[in-house]
């Protein structure tokens, strides 16, 4: 493995070349204008894989189209599939692009373009692992499989669907995304868990149309003022959730993933600041980090009711609606969740007040186990990428496709962020660090190696 | 007196041949290309006046045109001013009327017609009860000003400034106003009291702009979640207001006045079908007429915050904002009301959260003293009319042309409604009943003889 990442160190200029070429195909997925450029884009990368010995082809998906490319030359090793996307954000406001978002150029080890973190950057660090490993030994030390994608900036519409109906095609052990963030300059990351999401409607009637408030005022039920009782009590006085069961099957984070959390070089006050809110609030004796990693929530994303319009009407609003979501965290199940909620808005409505509620999507919390066998080769091959073993992080949202390699595929999933949170991936002048993406190459390459280990 | 009355029963088709004549006058004052019609209606009510013997001018407001009429022949007698309106409401939905809006016809005993019974009905039993006492006498009882006026469907937007620049043509030692309804039919009604109001905005804000509920959700403090607690604890356990000093200057209704709502014919159940709501919830101990006619209300009329749109949106919503009133009754003052829920909003935000109260519109409640000898006056006269002694009731709302006599110009006012819930005012096919139009001619007589009583 030394003389590959020799070779790799060897080719610095060469891979950034490289990669300014995919950089410069304006696959915009989400404006029909570049349906061609996203379809170039996946061409150039199946191109690419061919150019180095595997086999690949470009699939018709139904919306853009997808580059499946797979190198099966180590049987009885593991299989890995990498997955990443070549489709990129709009680009506007392009007047608040110092250089033309199509047009990389370096400027202070960064390289300056529309994709150079998300994720054409990114996932091109596999293509030229591998291509290291075919160059010095004419072989992979495992199976490696990629499914490259031109839908991800507009949900990946299709891509589960074509997953399905190629189940053999993404066959693996392990799944390895690069498609995030590391913690921090300099702080390789390995992300062990998301959280997963159940979101509800709760709409609360207590008459047929809104009365005066003159004449009805202070005798009959004000929808939002139930409503507003019936949302204080899903937390108690100290912002705890108040919905018996739901912190039942939480699991706590392992006493090796505090430890690092807590090691880790954000203070509260920078967490605060990060999110531009005037305090910070939560369940009492946790963290912000333990809050968002490794806690569930339950969060009013909106509400309405009665007068909405400017000025003043005297009414006695008779409905009132709350749209709000709870945040799962491992081993927390959806319909679980479902269950105590609903229970919990039965108990909480009045007599002579009519609630509904309706459950609207749901995702599991995923869960890599940090003493897994994969987890222990990514470490190692994070600290030979980035010369330094990375922080063990979660991320407090949900990946939609990482939901679905676990739970649908049931792949665990490595997701090694090489990102930098300040790239401005989706806004102007998005960037990548030169050295990230070098040690992202000597990473994959190091992960190939540590995985034919296991 | 007998003769008078006597009079007005001999000249009943006449009257309501009058009526009709004024009800044929399209004269919708929302309208602009109605008003011709408005001013033609003023003009009538005008030549009405004066062929009765009455002075009466038309004057110009800014707006639409009001007809003033005085008969000031009864030196060291009260002077009583009559208030009412001859604009009318839209006809809109035409297609649900069963006769056309401005061609009266009679049916069942009532009189079907935009205005029949708002206000234009009404407002002429005064006419045609001075033209009773003239004609049989040559002169009234009491000196009588009228001011009859063509916006009081807009609002009244000219009025008060044209009584403050006229207030020697509105001097009067008390008001008389029939714009309003009986308590239930064959229940000639007289209001004592009306609430005022003080209106609010409160906005709370936790951060700049909503961030990712996956990212932040647990850590941050939720505007929405902290909207519900402040606004759930505006009320107690039980309902009541909590919002101390908020009972401090509420008048318990007179021994006389709870013995004459206790009797009045409408059970609670009653009231809940009324008001199309699922249930009656409310301060303890009270029935419902005692807390919408007697006891302060704090109603949330308005909520706003996070995502509105159809569907999910993962934020925390850092902003979200409430609208509300407290409904006053005597002899609450709305700038201690103001102060002590200012105070309350203070008290309850919590730190590292801003809240920001607005104070919208304040108006005093109205209380008519039930001993004071004008309420006697008008007991007398409405069993004189109606052959039975009158209720006493309270409106709920605030009729801000009565706290404008009352507070304003100092005038203690009596609102004799002669309407019926269900006539449809502001709907199609509007009606009067005759019987109702007829008895509150008599009592206009009957008032005028009462008054020179005193």
Known sequence: MRDVLAAIDADRARHVDELKDLLRIPSVSSDPAHAADVRQAVEAV???????????????????????????????????????????????????????PFEPVEVNGNLIARGASDDKGQVFTYLKAAEAWLKRTGSLPVNVRFVIEGEEEVGSPNLPAWMMANREAVK?????????????????????????????????????????????????????????????????????????????????????????????????????????????????????????????????????????????????????????????????RPARVIEAVR??????????????????????????????????????????GFGKPPVMIREGGSIPIVTFFVEELGIPCLLLGYGLHDDRIHGPNEKFSLKDFHAGIRTGAALLHELAMI
């Not at 984070?253 to 203070?267: G, I, N």
């Not at 912000?288 to 009407?313: D, Y």
């Not at 609630?355 to 030979?384: C, M, T, Y």
Request: net charge negative; with cysteine.
């Open 46 to 100: 199946r191109v690419a894989f061919e150019r180095i010995g595997i086999t690949a082809r470009v699939c018709e998906t139904g919306g853009h189209p997808l580059c499946h490319a797979e190198w099966m030359g180590a049987p009885g090793k593991p299989t890995l599939l990498v997955y990443g996307h070549v489709d990129v954000q709009p680009v506007e406001p392009l007047a608040e692009w110092t250089t033309p």
């Open 172 to 332: 693996a052990d392990v799944v390895a995304i690069s498609d995030t963030s590391q913690f921090g300059p300099g702080l390789p990351s390995l992300c062990t868990g998301l959280r997963g999401i159940a979101s509800f409607e709760l709409e609360v009637r207590t008459g047929q149309t809104d009365v005066h408030s003159g004449t009805f005022g202070g005798a009959v039920p004000n929808a939002i003022h139930i409503l507003a009782r019936m949302i204080d009590r899903l937390h108690d006085e100290e912002w705890r959730i108040d919905v018996p069961g739901i912190y039942d099957d939480v699991a706590e984070p392992a006493a090796f993933e505090r430890e690092s959390w807590s090691a880790l070089p954000q203070s509260e006050e920078e967490f605060r600041e990060t999110s531009g809110f005037l305090s910070l609030l939560g369940e009492p004796g946790r963290t912000s980090l333990e809050r968002t990693w490794a806690r569930p929530t339950l969060e009013i994303v909106g509400i309405t009711g009665g007068h909405q319009g400017p000025g003043h009407k005297g009414v006695v609003p008779c409905r009132a609606v709350a749209k709000f979501s709870t945040r799962l965290v491992p081993n927390m």
């Open 343 to 384: 229970r919990r808005i039965a108990e909480l409505t009045p007599a002579g007040v009519e609630s509904n509620l309706q459950f609207g999507h749901g995702a599991p919390p995923v869960s890599i186990p940090v003493d897994s066998k994969w987890i222990a080769a990514a470490v190692r091959a994070l600290e030979a």
